[in-house]
């Protein structure tokens, strides 16, 4: 019995919550944020926070008389804590919109749950194929890139304008092997030829010679390698003490010689060729306004992530902008991110059926700058659908 | 690939330098743990703490050899000062208390830098005398890592002297032998230990210095190392300097050949040489005469 008026009391509350949408209009239009602030992906998740953070800001705020409000939780890149975290934002927050996630494990745990709440998600970061593949879901958006659309790219690229022999350096891990994977569809079918591979166990590999020694031996035109954060720092270096890079160079994502591993890099960076969905130089407008904003409210440049955040947030605003602020019906909202479409600082954006945002690739090089390194963009993939195949929506 | 004789020179210089670099660390591990009988699994953290410090004593001085002189004896004042407030407490409780201390310190140290420092991994220059590479047996090889080589060589045989020839190396070796004889020979084998302790941080230090350049400085230097230093130590058996030189060389080889012999296989290739030598010879290969009593 008591338990039955329980139910009843929470069945009324239940209700209470679900009012109609007019009277919402004005209520503050409660987006949730989920991002790693603690964790190895600290630093990724600050930088996408701030971009996120921006965007709000250029729309003044708020959207149709609504206050945009983000309601940030700390996935601390862990599934099970993110999903706990998505749990709440929508269970006590009331969100009618999240994105954020910079791990790939955590988008797989939390997207299905978000979809099932009909809560639209608009990925910032999480990079693996799958989510826009055979994982691809109605209400799963993704505005940052997937493995395959970055890497397939310079692999069609180099078999065309980069030595037709290559060696294949990877770190052991998932993301990495997904984005070989998709580089060898791209370069094979151009006709390029890989002389052999290797992959250093993650986290455990503190010395590279013997795997560029091993690689050298296999006389290879050039070498394509995806390692990240230390990874990258310790094996560009590597690479250039042995004197390898005039004869043989090196070819591989951005995360090799990253804006903020500049620092610590220093000339060994140089000559690095790489494909990229942002880097500040690009000059047309709307990357040269949005650098000098960003620069003025921070004090610093805007790199990949920072933009990578700015655009996910960007989409969420230009569809409810687009509704006029109307954001309760979900199916709705879906179809309203599906028909954005902008010139944003990685150049123009816009939805893939699968939900994959469509956008330049950039194949960029390091070159020195005064006295220190940045990029110079010397071709471009414009609007590049995602390549990932395999997602039946619904 | 192996019947190529430069690929295979440079493959032996490459094993022999990662080999130095676990020798700086394993020595002072080793010792320690024969003299004391303490497990010291904070020796990785002096090591990145130092690499931290050589990051910025050559940012702020410009100079590399600067931080080469000064952070190692920086890391051998904060490791002995770590020992005698907070180490030695546990002296006496047994393998699991000095675990789970040491442990914490690790934890501490990571997280102390993470603050300091930033999540950013730091670079630190190769000095200009050692850019670029030198031929070596008709192969180029870098001279940075040359220069690795040869600082553990030159470790290798200074100690070889103190140790085996000096009377400072000969208290050092009867502490470890049997402390409570030495004890009761009237060695103050306290003083001793606080000696060997700030030698064993000191080199642990020349190491971070030393692989800054190359490996780079980030928090976490220290555990992807800390596992082989351990098992050097294991394998050569503790307290003996002829142990860890052993055990360095054989990690070091094994560890660079299975690489590239058994690319699926590395880090097995490297529990397998440690499984062997437990199998044959339970105390080490080299240990100092107590252990091999024991075993």
């Known amino acids: 019995m008591r338990i039955g008026i329980i139910a009843i009391a929470f069945s009324v509350a239940l209700g209470a919550s679900a009012a109609p949408a007019a009277a919402q209009n004005k209520d503050p239009l409660k987006i949730g944020v989920l991002m790693p602030t603690t964790g190895v992906f600290a630093v990724l998740g600050e930088r996408q926070l701030k971009g996120m953070r921006f965007a709000v800001q250029e729309f003044g705020g708020s959207i149709a008389g609504r206050k945009i409000e983000l309601l940030h939780e700390d996935t601390e890149g862990n599934p099970s804590v993110g999903l706990q975290k998505a749990r709440k934002l929508v269970g006590s927050d009331k969100i009618e919109i999240a994105t954020g996630i910079i791990n790939s494990a955590v988008a797989l745990a939390v997207g299905p749950y978000l979809s099932g709440q009909k809560i639209p998600l608009v990925l910032s970061n999480a990079s693996t194929d799958t989510l826009t593949g055979d994982k691809c879901d109605r209400y799963v958006f993704r505005a940052s890139y997937s493995s395959a659309q970055i890497t397939k790219p310079i692999g069609i690229w180099m078999a065309k304008n980069a030595p037709k022999s290559i060696y294949l350096l990877a770190s052991d891990y998932v993301a990495p092997r997904e984005y070989i994977a998709a580089f060898k569809e791209g370069f094979l079918a151009g006709g390029g030829t890989i002389v052999g591979e290797a992959y250093p166990p993650f986290a455990k590999t503190q010395d590279y010679g013997p795997y560029l020694a091993q690689a050298k031996a296999t006389n290879p035109g050039a070498i394509f390698s995806v390692f990240f954060a230390a990874e990258a720092l310790t094996f560009v270096k590597q690479y250039e003490s042995f004197g390898l890079k005039k004869d043989i160079p090196l070819y591989g994502p951005i995360g090799l010689t990253p804006p903020v591993l500049r620092a610590a890099q220093g000339a060994s960076a140089l000559d690095v060729v790489s494909p990229s969905n942002y880097v500040a130089e690009l000059s047309h407008k709307e990357n040269v306004d949005f650098r000098a904003a960003y620069m003025k409210a921070y004090g610093e440049e805007p790199e990949e992530f920072a933009v990578m955040g700015y655009d996910s947030m960007r989409f969420i605003l230009e569809a409810v902008k687009a509704r006029n602020g109307e954001t309760a019906d979900r199916p709705g909202m879906v179809s309203a991110i599906e028909k954005v479409s902008y010139v944003g600082p990685r150049g123009p954006m816009k939805m893939a059926a699968n939900h994959q945002a469509t956008q330049n690739v950039y194949i960029v090089k390091t070159v020195k700058k005064g006295d220190s390194v940045g990029f110079d963009v010397i071709d471009t993939f414009a609007n590049y659908e995602d390549p990932v195949q395999g997602c039946k929506m619904q | ?295």
Not at chain 2, 93 to 115: D, K, N, P, S
Not at chain 2, 128 to 147: M, Q
Not at chain 2, 250 to 265: H, M, Q, S
């Open chain 2, 1 to 295: 690939m192996l019947s190529d004789p430069t690929f295979l020179i440079e493959q032996i210089l490459n094993s022999l330098q990662f080999s130095m670099l676990l020798f700086l660390l394993a020595i002072g591990l080793s010792v320690v743990f024969g003299m004391m009988d303490y497990l010291n699994l904070s020796h990785g953290t002096i090591y990145m703490l130092s690499a931290y410090l050589a990051y910025s004593i050559a940012g702020i001085s410009g100079s590399y050899w600067l931080a080469l002189l000064c952070a190692p004896v920086a890391a051998a004042l904060i490791g002995v000062s770590l020992y005698y407030l907070l180490l030695q407490r546990v002296t006496q409780h047994g393998h699991l208390a000095q675990v789970l201390l040491t442990v914490g310190v690790i934890y501490f140290g990571t997280e102390m830098l993470r603050i300091l420092y930033g999540d950013l991994p730091k670079g630190v220059p190769v000095p200009a005398a050692l850019e670029g590479v030198a031929r070596v047996l008709g192969v180029a090889y870098p001279k940075y890592r040359l220069f690795i080589i040869s600082v553990g060589l030159v470790t290798m045989g200074v100690l070889y002297v103190v140790l085996e020839r000096t009377r400072l190396g000969a208290l050092v070796r009867a502490g470890v032998d049997d402390r409570v004889t030495a004890e009761t020979m009237g060695i103050d084998i306290a003083k001793v230990f606080a000696g060997v302790f700030a030698i064993g941080a000191y080199l642990a230090g020349l190491a971070g210095v030393i692989a800054a350049p190359v490996f780079g400085v980030y928090t976490g230097m220290d555990v992807s190392v800390i596992i082989l230093v351990l098992i050097v130590v294991v394998i050569g058996g503790l307290g003996s300097l002829a142990g860890a030189i052993v055990g360095s060389f054989l990690i070091g080889f094994a560890d660079t050949f299975g690489k590239i012999l058994l690319p699926e296989f590395a880090m097995v290739m490297i529990y397998l040489v440690m499984a062997l030598a437990l199998v044959f010879r339970p105390s080490g290969l080299m240990p100092a005469r107590r252990f091999m009593a024991q075993g």
